[in-house]
């Protein structure tokens, strides 16, 4: 298994539509942050699926740490 790579200490505010799916993540190589491209392939890290309850700005962790994943907890301010 390989370390989760940190992609930036903040949140990631996106724009997301009720009812749909987003793969957040979590290993920290996605060129799409915050969401897969599939970089994750050999780490032992899967993308974390997110369903968006209601349409409206989500915050995703960008430091890939949070322990409230794929959303951010500010655990970002501990690095």
Same mark, same amino acid.
């Given at each position: 298994?390989?370390?989760?790579?940190? +992609? $930036? &200490?903040?949140?990631? !505010?996106?724009?997301?539509?009720?009812?749909?799916?987003?793969?957040?993540?979590?290993?920290?190589?996605?060129?799409? $942050?915050?969401?897969?491209?599939?970089?994750? $392939?050999?780490?032992?890290?899967? !993308?974390?699926?997110?369903?968006?309850?209601?349409?409206?700005?989500? +915050? +995703?962790?960008?430091? &890939?740490?949070? &322990?409230?994943?794929?959303?951010?907890d500010g655990s970002h301010k501990e690095l």
């Amino acid at each position: 298994m390989t370390d989760r790579v940190v +992609f $930036q &200490k903040k949140a990631m !505010p996106v724009e997301v539509e009720e009812g749909k799916t987003y793969y957040w993540c979590a290993c920290g190589r996605s060129a799409n $942050q915050p969401f897969c491209d599939g970089a994750h $392939q050999g780490t032992g890290i899967n !993308p974390v699926a997110y369903r968006a309850e209601a349409t409206g700005k989500a +915050f +995703f962790c960008g430091c &890939k740490h949070s &322990k409230k994943e794929p959303l951010c907890d500010g655990s970002h301010k501990e690095l």
